[in-house]
């Protein structure tokens, strides 16, 4: 997944060994001071292990390793799933001895008590327990839950997720998963839909503060992430999140929500498909939809799609067949960008005065070139001049297009000025408008920075055509001037 240099392998190299080499040392130095309290535990206690290890089947590269334990004044059972790579069985193993050695620590101090147990049941029991959800062959996400049960008001609970790549040997960090590089809106919106559902948690929805929410999830190299891919977990200490937790909090977000933001990478090796972005539109909204026709051009589309992408917004452009034909590649960057392909006939004809034949190969003959470009058809159809009759009528319902004008003209193909296309617009739209611009004129591509930032500036939100024929049909809004089927 990432792809080193070889002098980055080098330093690597040299980085790993001097930690080994003080790694050793530490634990040298550390079993020398801790050999004596344990001495003594160990020394009491004449503990039963049994160890027992197995490789699985079920989860090729996995092997398990169950330890229970009982000793005088405590009892264990530790199941692990351990792997052939030394960096991620160090990281488990670290984790396990910390949180045995912490249990242990806590049973020595209360020893005198726990002499006068007779019953083993009632000693205190620490238990650590692999979830193993395989993702795909040989990719893994692990949780491992370590409880601390001394009594029923004296109880614990640790986490430790780790994903894991075997057919690469690597643990999977955040930026493996998500697609955090190319598109940097991502992080964001990942980080507010895990802001939310840790605002809602339930328990904790009232006693956590926002800010302190955002703290927690901004640095993206510091979640800690479980999944079973119907589920994203993500894992917090007891500070992060409250001043007073009683321990780790898990906070669960379905999949559905975040596979958009998904490494397409990683999302190729589960076999998971990517799906556009769906927008909740919402009844009270203000949304418009910003059609373009007579296009792809080749330096006025290019223009328009940079910034509709600096503005987040989506259009739908009403695309000409013989357009699509010299500019082939422009209609595929529309498509890839998001925006929503629809046809404007292939040659730009008054269609009334066609011949129903004539009628039905202008449309069939964009429909192709189209998707020939694109792989995609379109999903409305905006008849040349707005005219139109009841064979055009007819031959866009059988091909299931509906006929969509605009309530909102800028003119900007009469008036080529951008103060005039700005006023025009900005005076006449509203709610559920569909605003007419032509992507072939420079001036159009010039006033549409302006005319974004004055929209968004009065609430509107950009979506296309089908989104608010969707909102349309679910929510009774409008006035959608000029829509007719
Ligand atoms: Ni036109």
Redesign the pocket.
């Known amino acids: 997944m990432r792809v080193r240099s070889y002098r980055q392998e080098q330093n690597r190299k040299v980085r790993r060994r001097k930690i080994a080499f003080w790694t050793s040392m530490v634990v040298i130095i550390g079993s020398i001071a801790f050999g004596a309290t344990h001495f003594f535990i160990q020394h009491l206690e004449a503990a039963k292990v049994t160890v027992d290890t197995n490789t699985s089947e079920v989860y090729p590269g996995l092997n398990l390793k169950t330890t229970t334990k009982e000793a005088k004044y405590y009892t264990e059972s530790i199941s692990l799933a351990l792997v052939e790579e030394k960096e991620i069985n160090q990281t488990i193993g670290d984790w396990t001895h910390a949180e045995e050695t912490n249990f242990i620590s806590k049973v020595d101090d209360q020893k005198e008590e726990l002499a006068a147990i007779e019953d083993k049941h009632l000693l205190p029991h620490l238990n650590i327990q692999t979830d193993t959800k395989k993702l795909a062959d040989r990719i893994y996400s692990l949780e491992l839950i370590s409880e601390q049960v001394f009594n029923q008001e004296d109880q614990s609970k640790q986490y430790l997720p780790i994903l894991m790549d075997l057919n690469t040997n690597e643990r999977l960090d955040a930026g493996d998963f998500f697609e955090l590089k190319e598109d940097p809106d991502n992080l964001h919106e990942i980080q507010e839909i895990i802001v939310e559902h840790i605002l809602s948690e339930e328990g904790i929805a009232n006693l956590v503060d926002e800010s302190k929410a955002k703290g927690a999830v901004s640095n993206p190299e510091g979640w800690n992430l479980h999944t079973d891919l119907e589920t994203v977990y993500f894992y917090f200490a007891e500070d992060e999140l409250l001043a007073n937790a009683l321990g780790p909090i898990k906070i669960a977000v379905p999949m559905d929500e975040l596979v958009y933001y998904l490494n397409p990478i990683f999302a190729e090796k589960l076999g998971i498909e990517i799906p556009e972005k769906v927008v909740q539109l919402d009844s009270d909204g203000k949304y418009v939809a910003i059609t373009f026709?007579?296009g792809p051009h080749a330096t006025v589309t290019p223009r328009v799609l940079d910034t509709l992408k600096e503005h987040n917004a989506l259009a739908t452009f009403?695309m000409?067949g013989s357009q699509i034909d010299y500019y082939p590649e422009m209609a595929k960057r529309v498509a890839d960008e998001g925006h929503e392909l629809a046809d404007?006939t292939m040659s730009?004809k008054f269609l009334p005065k066609l011949s129903y034949a004539e009628i039905e190969a202008e449309i069939q003959q964009s429909n192709d070139n189209m998707e020939a470009a694109t792989g995609l058809l379109p999903k409305s159809l905006?008849p040349?001049?707005g005219a139109f009759n009841d064979n055009v009528k007819a031959i866009a319902a059988e091909k299931d297009l509906p006929i969509i004008m605009w309530s909102v003209d800028s003119l900007d193909?009469k008036y080529r000025n951008v103060d005039s296309i700005h006023s025009r617009v900005m005076s006449a739209v509203h709610p559920g408008a569909i605003i007419l611009l032509?992507d072939i004129h420079a001036t159009t591509a010039d006033a549409l920075p302006g005319l974004l930032t004055a929209l968004e500036n009065e609430g509107y939100e950009m979506v296309t055509v089908s989104q608010l024929l969707d909102l349309a049909e679910l929510e009774d809004i409008g006035p959608h001037h000029g829509i007719d089927y």
């Open positions: 026709d007579d009403y000409l404007h730009h905006r040349p001049y193909w032509h």
